[in-house]
């Protein structure tokens, strides 16, 4: 994106804040300085109204400290100009990131609690505090795929897991809850019951990651996207990477699948709703969703069995051969889990 598109933005917050440490650095007269930081506060504010910014903003639940630090980072991230800045101001003319120190000088000591731990740019993955160096040294790094995302670009990250689905629901279909637990035997009623509940409109339907930059990932790209998760879970106890991602990005929507009735004793200390997925024959209506005009059969398959059907490649056989050929790739990859 070129510059003067980001010119009345809230990236000028970022701007009037080090050029004001700039003037002050060589012992300047900071008026002018001052009421340019007051009326990018303005600025900073209407950007929370609408757009990529503000939309980032209500998925992580910053608050204000922190929507600060975002908008600082991101606006260096994406201007050369305020990188040369940041090399003046840290001396350093290879550093093109704000140290945690240049953070607290711009914004107060305050922009520290933004920057631990627990603070919501850190559980949400948005950012990452450098580990190698002295706490005051260490840059502070905004991923990649958030500076996208404030450009308003939600491409999914290429680092997902293999097999990671976008789900995306009618309007009038959002649930209501932040986590819910499902069990039941089709994988596909388990998905419609997880959504259907899921306080989301939108969702990535995957299996938990198997490392830290799995879950990093996967968090980051659902906070950036304002997207719920759902994972399907291999037995049902709940594993304890998956209880503390749940737990510890708690900003996210979550709904938890599996074929077993969910271990309630290994439920993540959050507030949770637990359903039992519907039978799994599909209706008449599914049916000819998926093979208009053929005649019903007298025995329905099941939801996965139409689901695997109607992704197969029409290569001239009828809908009999299809659900054949469907079931037999349930049954391999069953096996293959060691779940038959």
Request: include cysteine; proline fraction near 6%.
């Amino acid at each position: 994106m070129a510059e003067e598109e980001l010119t009345g933005s809230w990236t000028d917050f970022a701007a009037a804040l080090l050029e004001r440490a700039v003037v002050q650095s060589a012992d300047g007269e900071t008026a002018a300085a001052d009421a340019a930081v007051e009326a990018a506060e303005g600025v900073l504010a209407d950007a929370l109204d609408d757009g990529p910014f503000a939309a980032v903003v209500a998925s992580a639940n910053l608050d204000e400290t922190s929507t600060r630090v975002l908008a600082v980072c991101g606006a260096i991230e994406l201007d050369r100009r305020l990188q040369h800045l940041v090399a003046h101001l840290e001396h350093d003319p290879a550093a093109t990131r704000p140290s945690v120190d240049l953070l607290a000088r711009l914004l107060g000591p305050g922009a520290l609690g933004s920057l631990v731990d627990d603070a919501p740019l850190v559980r949400s993955c948005l950012l990452e505090v450098e580990a190698h160096a002295s706490l005051a040294a260490a840059q502070v790094v905004l991923h990649r795929r958030v500076t996208w995302a404030l450009l308003d670009d939600l491409s999914l990250d290429p680092a997902l897991a293999p097999g990671t689905e976008l789900l995306v629901l009618e309007p009038d279909r959002i649930g209501t809850e932040g986590l819910v637990l499902v069990h039941g035997g089709d994988r596909v009623r388990r998905t419609q019951a997880a959504v259907g509940t899921t306080a989301a409109l939108a969702f990535l339907v995957t299996t938990p990651p198997t490392d830290e930059a799995g879950w990093r990932c996967l968090v980051r790209q659902a906070t950036v996207g304002g997207l719920g998760v759902v994972l399907e879970l291999a037995s049902g106890a709940i594993a304890l990477p998956v209880r503390t991602w749940v737990e510890r990005a708690d900003h996210l929507a979550w709904a938890l699948c599996s074929a077993h009735p969910i271990d309630l004793a290994t439920a993540p200390r959050r507030e949770y709703v637990e359903l039992a997925a519907a039978e799994s024959s599909v209706t008449p209506a599914e049916w000819h969703a998926v093979f208009p005009g053929s005649p019903v059969p007298a025995r329905l398959p099941t939801a996965e069995q139409l689901t695997v059907a109607r992704r197969m490649p029409r290569t001239g056989q009828d809908e009999h051969e299809s659900l054949r050929r469907s079931a037999n790739i349930l049954r391999e990859a069953l096996a293959s889990l060691n779940l038959t």
